[in-house]
């Protein structure tokens, strides 16, 4: 598994799904969780064959060390690691896909280091802390209510983990949790829950910095452009909240599948391809933005 050196000198893994020669614009990939092993993304239904993939392993997840100081574990602080890792692949440019809190990261990224953004894709991002927009969640947990594993996920998310317990009780709480993060619990749904461990230290670590206060305006100076892949059926973000925050992007669009929650390459993966497929493409045959239709 391949390494590079962050500015404080530790060594971070990362995967590379497709084609290990990773030319012209790398596709840099962000796991959510938070603190979430990236195996969970698969190869974000076959994306990895038309797109090479980096995937870096976050500070403490993985096979990556827990960072010396707790705040270098932050999603804010940990866009100087995707910025050394963009160096050490030699890019001019990268495309970031971030999928939900791995979009907070990608987000603090786009705005620490605009110049080095060919394009942004964010899925099932959470927006709460970005926009105004009342969530829609809620009404989107009251229509599915009377399932009762959605029930039992939903008391859970509801409630609140044993953080006591360490890392099994968190990821018992997940795993608990999981139907109402799906549009539908059937086999792929639940075989897929099963993937990835959560590592709890990292995930605190993840919020430990807040984002600077004129964050907003930061994302409104993004030129890069943007696309923002939401589920219909999310009840985690919600649609209306995550609608807003491809609106606070200039050059934001946004693509809302149906019959899907929020894992949009496991749920709905031909949709999901055909929304993510030719926004790459244009991203990454022309990184530096210069053709007319994104001046």
Not at 42 to 48: E, H, I, R, S
Not at 57 to 65: C, I
Not at 244 to 252: K, P
Request: glycine fraction near 10%; proline fraction near 8%.
């Amino acid at each position: 598994m391949p390494t590079f050196l962050a500015s404080d000198g530790a060594s971070l893994h990362y995967d590379v799904l497709g084609d290990e020669r990773v030319r012209g614009c790398p596709v840099i990939v962000l796991a959510g969780g938070a603190a979430r092993d990236p195996a969970y993304l698969g190869d974000l239904a076959g994306l990895a064959g038309s797109f090479p993939l980096v995937v870096p392993h976050l500070r403490g997840v993985g096979r990556s060390p827990a960072p010396g100081r707790v705040e270098d574990g932050s999603s804010w602080r940990q866009a100087e690691d995707v910025e050394a890792l963009r160096v050490h692949l030699g890019a001019e440019r990268v495309v970031v896909v971030g999928h939900s809190a791995g979009t907070r990261l990608a987000i603090a990224f786009a705005t620490q280091f605009p110049h080095a953004l060919a394009g942004l894709v964010l899925v099932t991002p959470p927006a709460g802390y970005l926009v105004d927009e009342p969530s829609d969640a809620g009404a989107l947990i009251d229509a599915r209510r009377g399932e009762p594993a959605f029930d039992a996920a939903v008391a859970a998310l509801e409630g609140a983990p044993d953080l006591a317990g360490g890392d099994d009780a968190f990821n018992a709480w997940q795993q608990t949790s999981a139907p109402a993060t799906y549009a539908s619990w059937g086999p792929v749904e639940q075989e897929h829950a099963g993937i990835g461990r959560w590592h709890l230290d990292a995930a605190r670590a993840f919020f430990t910095v807040e984002p600077p206060h004129d964050l907003p305006e930061r994302v409104r100076a993004v030129s890069a452009p943007v696309l923002v892949v939401a589920g219909a059926g999310d009840c985690l973000t919600g649609v209306a909240p995550v609608r807003a925050l491809a609106g606070l992007f200039s050059t934001g669009q946004i693509v809302v599948l149906e019959r899907c929650g929020h894992y949009p390459w496991v749920e709905q993966p031909e949709a999901f391809r055909a929304a993510v497929d030719p926004f790459l493409a244009a991203c990454v045959a022309d990184p530096a933005g210069t053709a007319a239709d994104r001046q």
